[in-house]
């Protein structure tokens, strides 16, 4: 049983396209969140949900916009693909509440390759 | 200044040693401090997480935190060629908030 999933493994296209990544949760955590790992595998925040609502938003450009339909997706849409968006995205999820630790599990990842 | 330092390795070492990993860090407002292990193309894996300053201990691995010193540490014990892979620390005030991870560290291990 995945716990924490992500669609599609592999992406590749080219500049000025917009695309999209899926992530799902079947842990029942209502935390989620995306991170992005470069080439140099430095791993960044991104995103997180609580509740289908946005808690954090790093310094990311507004070409990047998160969605969570429910508690159990969030996934990324990317608008206008560039060179410098080429790296590994990562989906995690936690439970943040008083019977939650910190702990977030992460997904397969995804490695987005623009051309 | 970064907020969580970690060096990058490689770090080798011959099968059944010790190993020690390191990280320091910045913000007096982290509370939690996390290892992930990740191997080449696959997600991070969350070894063991602690709770403000303190060991813990979990088969092989031992964390310990020093917050006094904003110093956290992974030993593993009786090193396999298997542990060989990235290891992430991580750290996070709580709540919702996204991890702060350093580097990671490459450690190989030689059979």
């Known amino acids: 049983d995945t716990a924490v999933s992500q669609t599609p493994k592999y992406l590749v296209t080219q500049m000025g396209n917009d695309k999209s990544i899926k992530c799902e949760q079947n842990l029942g955590h209502d935390t989620m969140y995306w991170y992005k790992q470069d080439s140099k595998k430095f791993l960044k925040i991104m995103f997180s949900?609580?509740?289908?609502?946005?808690?954090i938003n790093e310094t990311v450009p507004n070409r990047f916009s998160p969605k969570s339909p429910d508690k159990a997706h969030l996934n990324l849409h990317i608008n206008s693909l560039e060179l410098g968006d080429s790296a590994v995205y990562f989906c995690?999820?936690?439970?943040?509440?008083?019977?939650?630790?910190?702990?977030?599990?992460f997904g397969p990842g995804t490695r987005l390759t623009v051309l | 200044q970064k907020e969580v330092e970690q060096d990058p390795g490689p770090l080798s070492v011959p099968e059944g040693a010790i190993v020690s990993l390191n990280c320091t860090y910045s913000?007096?407002?982290?509370?939690?401090f996390m290892w992930y292990r990740q191997y080449s193309r696959k997600g991070p894996e969350l070894l063991m997480y602690?709770?403000?300053?303190g060991n813990k201990e979990d088969g092989r691995f031992t964390a310990q935190v020093d917050k006094s010193s904003k110093y956290i540490s992974l030993f593993i014990r009786d090193s396999q060629p298997s542990d060989s892979a990235t290891y992430l620390c991580?750290?996070?005030?709580?709540?919702?908030?996204?991890?702060?991870f350093g580097k990671g560290t490459h450690l190989i291990i030689q059979p």
């Open positions: 949900y609580n509740n289908k609502e946005l808690i």
């Open positions: 913000n007096s407002a982290f509370q939690y």
């Open positions: 991580a750290m996070t005030g709580g709540g919702a908030d996204g991890l702060t």
């Open positions: 995690a999820s936690s439970h943040h509440g008083r019977t939650g630790g910190p702990e977030q599990f």
């Open positions: 602690t709770y403000s300053s």
